[in-house]
C-alpha cells in the first residue's frame, strides 16, 4: 500500500441565498482560501487560529460518531468563510455570525461558552459551540430516524432547512426545495469537509474493515495523546493514574481532550468491530487472527510488550509502506511513525487483524 500526503481537492463554489428562516448562508466559494489559518493538529488544516480551539472542543463535546472537526470547519465555511463582522457576517434575513444563526434558533443553542459574560452569535467561541451543539442533536435524530441517506448529510440539511423539512421529505430535501439552496448547501459541505481534514491524512488503497479504520483513525492525526481519554465516539479528557499522564511532574491528562494508544483504535475500527477498551485486551479479542510481519495489511493492530500478553503496553495501526500510525505517550499527539522506531523495537509482541 501506497502512503502519500495530499492536498484537498478543490470544490466548486456556488453562492446560496438561503430564505428558509433556520440558518443562513452568506459565503459559498469553496475554491477561494482562507486567511490566517493554521495546519495545526487536531485533525484540522486550513482553519484560521481563533476558530481551531473552538471546532475540536465542540467535537469532542459530541458522543456522535459521525461528529468530526473537518464536518465543522467545513459547514463554518460555507455559512461564513469563517468571517466574524457584522457588515461581512450577517445574511439579508438576519442570520448572524460565523454559524449564521437565527436569532430564534440561536435562542435555543446559543451559550456564553467562552466566559466573557454574554451569549453571543458573534463570538467565536459561543458561535461554534452552539453549532456543535445543534449538530450534534441533529446527528443524533439522523441516525434514528430510518431515513436514507449519509446521516451527515441528513443533520446539515436539518441544520439549514430544519429538521421539519427532513420530515416532510423523508430526507434530504430534493433540488426542487427552495430553489435547490439545501441540497447544494449539504452536498458542498461533505465535499469540502476534505480541505479541512488534517495534516499528513492518509491515501489508503485498498477496501475492507482495516482500511476503513486507517482511513478514520487518519481524521485524527495530531490530537493530543491524554492517557485514559478516548472513547468509541472521539477524544475525551483523561486522568492520572499511578505515574501515567504526568508531564513534567504535573498532571497533564485531566485537562487534556484527546486519545490514548488503545482509545485510538477502539474508536477507529467502532462499530464495525467493538473492540475492548485496553491494549492488552485488544490483544487478547484478536489473537487468534496473529499476523506476521512480513504480511500486514492496513489497519492490522501491531503491539509491544514488557514481557508476554500480560505486559502488553502499547498497540498502533499499521499504516503501510513500514509505518503505523499511532497515539504514542503524554506530550505527543497522533502521529504516522516508522514501525521500527514507534516503540523500542525489542519490545515487539506481535500482530493480529481484527
Known amino acids: 500500500m501506497k502512503v502519500l500526503i495530499t492536498a484537498a481537492a478543490a470544490v466548486i463554489g456556488l453562492v446560496l441565498v438561503v430564505t428558509l428562516g433556520i440558518v443562513g448562508v452568506v459565503i459559498a466559494d469553496a475554491d477561494a482560501e482562507a486567511t490566517e489559518t493554521t495546519d495545526g493538529g487536531g485533525g484540522l488544516r486550513g482553519v484560521p487560529a481563533e476558530f481551531r480551539e473552538w471546532i475540536l472542543k465542540a467535537d469532542a463535546a459530541c458522543d456522535q460518531p459521525a461528529m468530526v472537526p473537518s464536518l465543522l470547519a467545513a459547514q463554518l465555511y460555507q455559512e461564513s468563510k469563517f468571517k466574524t463582522t457584522r457588515a461581512e457576517a450577517t445574511s439579508h434575513v438576519g442570520a448572524q455570525g460565523p454559524a449564521q444563526f437565527m436569532p430564534g434558533t440561536w435562542a435555543t443553542w446559543g451559550r456564553d461558552d467562552d466566559g466573557n459574560g454574554e451569549a453571543s452569535p458573534w463570538d467565536i467561541g459561543d458561535a461554534v459551540m452552539a453549532q456543535g451543539r445543534m449538530m ?26 430544519g429538521w421539519g423539512r427532513i420530515e416532510q421529505y423523508g430526507g434530504v430535501p430534493p433540488k426542487s426545495f427552495a430553489g435547490g439552496e439545501t441540497y447544494h448547501y449539504v452536498q458542498i459541505i461533505l465535499s469540502t469537509m476534505k480541505r479541512f481534514e488534517g495534516p499528513g491524512m492518509l491515501q489508503v488503497s485498498g477496501s475492507g474493515t482495516g482500511a476503513k479504520a486507517l482511513r478514520k483513525a487518519a481524521t485524527r492525526l495530531g490530537t493530543p495523546y491524554s492517557w485514559g481519554g478516548g472513547s468509541a465516539h472521539g477524544p475525551t479528557l ?117
Open 238 to 354: 483523561g486522568f492520572c493514574s499511578g505515574g501515567s499522564g504526568y508531564r513534567n511532574g504535573r498532571c497533564v491528562a485531566d485537562d487534556t481532550v484527546g486519545f490514548d494508544c488503545s482509545s485510538l483504535v477502539l474508536y477507529a475500527y467502532w462499530p464495525d468491530v467493538k473492540l475492548p477498551r485496553t491494549a492488552a485486551a485488544q490483544y487478547g479479542a484478536t489473537s487468534d487472527r496473529a499476523v506476521s510481519r512480513q504480511n500486514l495489511k492496513p489497519g492490522d493492530l501491531l503491539f509491544w510488550s514488557h514481557g508476554g500478553s500480560g505486559a502488553i503496553y502499547h498497540v498502533a495501526l499499521y499504516a503501510g509502506d513500514g509505518n503505523v500510525l499511532h497515539a504514542p505517550r503524554t506530550g505527543k499527539n497522533v502521529e504516522i511513525a516508522p514501525l521500527t522506531s514507534a516503540m523500542p523495537d525489542r519490545d515487539y509482541f506481535g500482530a493480529t487483524r481484527p
Open 136 to 161: 450534534c442533536s441533529l446527528l443524533k435524530k439522523a441516525e434514528g430516524s430510518g431515513y436514507p441517506g449519509d446521516v451527515r448529510a441528513l443533520a446539515l440539511a436539518g441544520y439549514n432547512a
